[in-house]
């Protein structure tokens, strides 16, 4: 069992730039993909990054490509997400993801580990 605790969230304004970390731990934690989600109020479940354990392959949707940058620490067990140029409609609860077996990393059901969610809330 891998547990991931997201930090970083805050309130900001427009304009901005955050970092958000997510602390993997467990009693064995597992090579994975890490994986950046969020939910915004009233909104579905949307994709923002991926990246495998190496930092070989990394995955934006075109929304995002440009404003937000993935990366990993192995030996902390730690996945960032910077975010700049924040933009009210950023507005959400923000997630950390991690899987072991990857068919879609831009899927949110391949993801078998999931934190509890940071909230970030940018102001006009």
């Known amino acids: 069992q891998v547990q991931l605790v997201e930090s970083g969230g805050g309130l900001v304004k427009s304009g901005a730039s955050l970092r958000l970390s997510c602390v993997a731990s467990?009693?064995?934690?597992?090579?994975?993909?890490g994986s950046w989600f969020r939910r915004a109020p009233g909104k579905e479940l949307e994709f923002l990054a991926a990246?495998?354990?190496?930092?070989?392959?990394?995955y934006y949707p075109d929304s995002m490509k440009g404003r937000v940058t993935i990366s990993r620490d192995n030996s902390k067990n730690t996945v960032y997400l910077q975010m700049n140029y924040l933009k009210p409609e950023d507005t959400a609860d923000y997630y950390c993801?991690?899987?072991?077996?990857?068919?879609?990393?831009?899927?949110?059901?391949?993801?078998?580990?999931w934190g509890q969610g940071t909230q970030v809330t940018v102001s006009s």
């Open positions: 993801a991690a899987g072991t077996i990857i068919v879609d990393a831009t899927s949110a059901g391949d993801y078998e580990f």
């Open positions: 990246i495998s354990w190496s930092s070989r392959e990394i």
């Open positions: 467990g009693h064995s934690v597992p090579r994975f993909m």
